[in-house]
């Protein structure tokens, strides 16, 4: 059992005073009479004058006292730890990185951890607390209803450095948490929210931002030609500050400089730059750090070099075919495509009259007539309209406006529609074979098509939802609120060993699948997927973000909420307070009787 508020077991200062009181009480002047004897020793008087004597115990002494008593317990508040509904305070941390900005020695986030631990005295001995971080997907890192010093644990590890974010999910979280009426929520950000965004009624919001200037990355990337096989990293600096800034320009390789030099900016500006780059240096640590400048994730990336993922494509057509040759000039032009044999490949054309093999890494595409004999006799021609499945990814941006399509013939009826005019199929993807088997019912010789804008478009789709299917990393640089997307290869299906996501000295566990997304990572660094013992790949996470790089519009404010939360008192679900005041009652009534029955006693006299 703790008391809520102890400071009202000062009321426990009325037992002495109770007690002077029926000590010295107050004397009448002698009054003689006749018959003394008459008088019993009950109704005895003492002598006038205030006098000390020995303090009566009496029934009213008794009652006052006891009433005295349990005023005092029931100001004081008592409770049980166990079973009463403790004061219940709800904090919600923004966690963008713009917390992490140092000025004058101190970060808004070391500022709003010294806020919170100042509501310690107010929220009570037995109080608890709920801390959760804003964010794409908010985070509960102490509670529900988390001690004091939980939530003091919890704090050592909060690392503010995410991009700029919705706050509207962590505060409909916090509301729930809170409850109807006994909790009480508060904001910690460094800036408050404009006047017109709608927050929750019973949340304060405390604001402990300082204005400061700033210089960021704001985007950055690594190039790479496999042609000459030498790479372009491209960056963009900006000052975000009110005051020219002098840049100091850094980037090593190991133990390779490969960038060492100084710019000028001026303030509210932004700054394009590259450079030219050997291949073959795994990974590129790069700086742009300005004198004071406030925010250290802004101003320091790692790069990953990236891979060229050919795709290999294999043309089986007879040189005689009319899509021979338009296939093989759209193909000359695309990047990252070479061609090989059948056995090598990842993407085979040919005839539509023969049969894909059935292996599912192996893309396939047919291409009619679906018989060269008899096209002449059945094709038919249409100019649509034409029925296009938009959710195929072979189909982005694809619209057929004004393509005449020829040499239509009867098509299998094991093919998904893709494309269609009415009841004709014009291209589909085959359903009897393991493979990613597609079938265009068309003559190449009797069509526009390859004089449409659809056509590159076609190709570029193709080609890349077939690299996409590739084993490993379709990127290795990503932002922070990016998901990375990653294919296994297939013989690692079957494994029985752990596929781990490792950064620094954490690892979380995946489930294998053949097409894997690992959602946003909240920490930038360099990560890496391994399988059992082996590297699979590794990818780099990091901060850009103009917009929460800016720093010249925090500032200090607070903002009450809008409906005041419960006041910590007298709780009505406390079972002390209601047996404190039905006894407080029956004392009150017990004294009333007492001197009801005296007063009677006295005018029957």
């Given at each position: 059992m703790y008391f809520a508020n102890p400071w009202g077991l000062l009321g426990l200062l009325a037992l002495p005073i109770i007690?002077?009181?029926?000590?010295?009480?107050?004397?009448?002047?002698?009054?003689?009479?006749?018959?003394?004897?008459?008088?019993?020793?009950?109704?005895?008087?003492?002598?006038?004058?205030?006098?000390?004597?020995?303090?009566?115990?009496?029934?009213?002494?008794?009652?006052?006292?006891?009433?005295?008593?349990?005023?005092?317990?029931?100001?004081?508040?008592?409770?049980?730890?166990?079973?009463?509904?403790?004061?219940?305070?709800?904090?919600v941390l923004d966690d963008s990185a713009s917390m992490s900005a140092q000025t004058g020695g101190s970060s808004s986030r070391e500022r709003a951890i010294d806020w919170l631990k100042e509501q310690e005295s107010s929220l009570g001995r037995g109080g608890v607390v709920s801390v959760l971080l804003t964010g794409l997907r908010p985070t509960l890192i102490a509670g529900p209803r988390a001690s004091w010093q939980e939530m003091l644990i919890a704090l050592e590890d909060w690392q503010p450095q995410s991009t700029n974010h919705d706050f509207g999910p962590a505060w409909d979280l916090a509301a729930q948490l809170a409850g109807e009426q006994e909790g009480r929520i508060a904001f910690l950000t460094d800036r408050l929210p404009g006047e017109s965004e709608i927050v929750p009624e019973r949340m304060e919001t405390v604001s402990v931002g300082r204005k400061m200037n700033n210089v960021a990355i704001t985007a950055a990337r690594w190039l790479f030609d496999a042609d000459t096989g030498e790479g372009i990293l491209f960056t963009r600096i900006a000052n975000l500050g009110s005051e020219e800034a002098t840049v100091q320009l850094s980037a090593t390789a190991g133990s390779n400089q490969l960038i060492d030099e100084p710019i000028s900016l001026p303030a509210n500006t932004e700054k394009a730059m590259q450079w030219a780059v050997p291949g073959g240096l795994s990974q590129i640590q790069f700086k742009a750090e300005a004198q004071n400048d406030p925010l250290a994730i802004d101003h320091e990336i790692l790069l990953i070099e990236p891979e060229v993922r050919l795709v290999t494509v294999?043309?089986?057509?007879?040189?005689?075919?009319?899509?021979?040759?338009?296939?093989k000039k759209i193909l000359g032009v695309l990047p990252n495509v070479?061609?090989?044999?059948?056995?090598?490949?990842?993407?085979?054309?040919?005839?539509?009259?023969?049969?894909?093999?059935?292996?599912?890494s192996l893309w396939w595409l047919g291409i009619g007539p679906l018989n060269p004999n008899t096209v002449a006799e059945n094709g038919k021609t249409l100019i649509g309209p034409y029925l296009i499945e938009k959710q195929n990814p072979l189909m982005n941006g694809i619209v057929l406006g004004g393509v005449v399509w020829g040499g239509i013939q009867n098509a299998p009826e094991e093919l998904t529609p893709i494309v269609s005019a009415g009841s004709t199929l014009l291209f589909g993807q085959r359903l009897d074979t393991s493979s990613n088997a597609y079938m265009l019912n068309i003559d190449l010789a009797s069509t526009n098509l390859t004089e449409s804008p659809d056509w590159p478009i076609f190709w570029t789709n193709l080609i890349e939802?077939?690299?996409?299917?590739?084993?490993?990393?379709?990127?290795?640089n990503f932002h922070l609120d990016e998901s990375i997307p990653f294919t296994l290869p297939l013989d690692s299906l079957e494994k029985s060993e752990q596929l781990t996501l490792k950064h620094g000295e954490t690892e979380k566990s995946l489930v294998r699948m053949e097409n894997m997304e690992i959602p946003p990572r909240p920490e930038v660094g360099l990560y890496q997927v391994i399988d059992g013992k082996e590297l699979?790949?590794?990818?780099?996470?990091?901060?850009?973000?103009?917009?929460?790089?800016?720093?010249?519009q925090l500032l200090p404010g607070e903002r009450p909420s809008s409906i005041r939360g419960p006041a910590l008192g007298i709780?009505?679900?406390?079972?002390?307070?209601?047996?404190?005041?039905?006894?407080?009652?029956?004392?009150?009534g017990a004294i009333y009787y007492d001197w009801a029955i005296t007063r009677s006693k006295k005018f029957a006299s």
């Open positions: 007690a002077v009181i029926h000590l010295y009480h107050r004397r009448f002047p002698p009054l003689p009479i006749a018959g003394l004897h008459l008088w019993t020793q009950e109704t005895r008087k003492d002598s006038p004058g205030r006098k000390r004597e020995q303090l009566p115990i009496t029934r009213s002494l008794l009652l006052e006292l006891l009433a005295a008593i349990l005023i005092a317990l029931l100001l004081a508040d008592p409770r049980d730890a166990s079973t009463m509904t403790k004061p219940h305070l709800v904090v294999a043309v089986t057509l007879p040189s005689n075919h009319s899509a021979f040759e338009p296939i070479q061609l090989g044999d059948p056995p090598n490949s990842d993407l085979i054309i040919s005839q539509a009259a023969e049969n894909p093999a059935g292996d599912r939802q077939c690299r996409i299917s590739r084993p490993g990393f379709r990127r290795w699979l790949g590794e990818f780099a996470v990091n901060f850009f973000d103009r917009e929460e790089s800016d720093l010249t709780h009505v679900d406390n079972p002390f307070s209601w047996l404190l005041v039905i006894g407080l009652l029956m004392t009150l």
